[in-house]
């Protein structure tokens, strides 16, 4: 089983740019497909971005087209979410998630992610 930490949450202007860490032990993140999530307060968890195990395939939200990009360094057992142009509405607890399918997409339900991290808040202040 793969454990999940995240990583480079914080406070930031709006404008402003984070990236997220997301560090995996246990098991080799090229075994997983992962997705970023997010969850404001009084909010649903949704699904930001995510990406196939090769790194082959990403997904990203409508909101976050073009201003987040979602990188995996398998070597590393890293992925990561680049957030520029930051909006106070960005602002929230952001997971990421491990999906064990093999697939040439990332799945996008919240259903097939598995395993989670323990979460990173980031605040975007106008």
């Known amino acids: 089983q793969v454990q999940l930490v995240e990583s480079g949450g914080g406070l930031v202007q709006a404008g402003g740019s984070l990236r997220l860490s997301c560090a995996a032990s246990?098991?080799?993140?090229?075994?997983?497909?992962m997705g970023w999530f997010r969850q404001a307060p009084g909010k649903e968890r949704d699904l930001v971005a995510a990406?196939?195990?090769?790194?082959?395939?990403?997904y990203y939200a409508d909101s976050v087209k073009g201003r987040f990009t979602i990188s995996r360094d398998n070597a590393k057992n890293t992925v990561y979410l680049q957030m520029n142009s930051l909006k106070p509405e960005d602002t929230a607890v952001y997971y990421c998630a491990a999906d064990g399918a093999l697939r040439s997409k990332p799945r996008v339900e919240i259903r097939f992610y598995s395993t989670w991290g323990q979460g990173t808040q980031v605040t975007v202040s106008s």
């Open positions: 246990g098991r080799s993140l090229s075994n997983y497909a």
């Open positions: 990406i196939t195990r090769s790194g082959g395939s990403t």
